[in-house]
């Protein structure tokens, strides 16, 4: 499949990628060669293969709870740009 220049412009704004026409030029037979190797798939026989949504069993990873010390209050307000004694204090954003 040969893209047109048009084309590769298009996938360009698609992709919020800024070309010059020297670059669509180029990109274009290189998009074409890659569309072309990914339409070889079209001719293999997958009839005996299940659909599925995804190619290796997905699992939950849980990680169990476990309580630990905490940070102390003082310690964990000492980088803050602004506090009011044992809270953060944050700019109104809301009137």
Do not use: C, W
């Amino acid at each position: 499949m040969k893209l047109s220049l048009v084309e590769v412009r298009h996938i360009a704004q698609l992709s919020r990628l800024a070309l010059s026409e020297d670059e669509a030029e180029l990109y274009a037979p290189q998009l074409s060669k890659i569309i072309d190797y990914v339409e070889q798939l079209n001719n293999l026989d997958t009839s005996a293969i299940e659909p599925t949504s995804h190619i290796i069993a997905l699992n939950n990873v849980m990680a169990d709870d476990i309580l630990g010390a905490s940070l102390p209050r003082l310690e964990a307000l000492k980088n803050a740009p602004d506090t009011t004694g044992k809270f953060y204090r944050i700019p109104k954003i809301i009137e």
